[in-house]
């Protein structure tokens, strides 16, 4: 079992920045890919940035590449997410998910998941 909870969300303009944390307990963290989602109001629920266990590893969506970074600290429990020069659409709940292997961009996938922050970006 992986408890997550994510925090660092919250109002910012556009163009702003802001980092998103994933605290990890329960269980061997550094065992755990790990992932970013978000879900905006009447939309699916999509992959942003996704980790391998040790770090080596790293993707994200289209959307988000040269702006969004995921990065891990294994001693510390957690994952973050810098996100860069935030734009109006990238408005949504941001949530932190684990899985035991390989990292996927499809949340059926996944086998835990944080309780989500709201980030809001004002144009």
């Known amino acids: 079992q992986v408890q997550l909870v994510e925090s660092g969300g919250g109002l910012v303009q556009a163009g702003g920045s802001l980092r998103l944390s994933c605290a990890a307990s329960g269980s061997t963290f550094s065992s755990y890919g790990m992932a970013w989602f978000r879900q905006a109001p009447g939309k699916e629920r999509e992959f942003v940035a996704g980790?391998?266990?040790?770090?080596?590893?790293?993707y994200r969506a289209d959307s988000v590449k040269g702006r969004f970074t995921i990065s891990r600290d294994n001693a510390k429990n957690t994952v973050y997410l810098r996100m860069n020069s935030l734009k109006p659409e990238d408005t949504a709940v941001y949530y932190c998910a684990a899985r035991y292997t390989l990292i996927t961009r499809k949340p059926i996938e996944y086998d835990y998941w944080g309780q989500g922050t709201q980030v809001t970006v004002s144009s």
């Open positions: 980790i391998n266990w040790n770090g080596g590893s790293t």
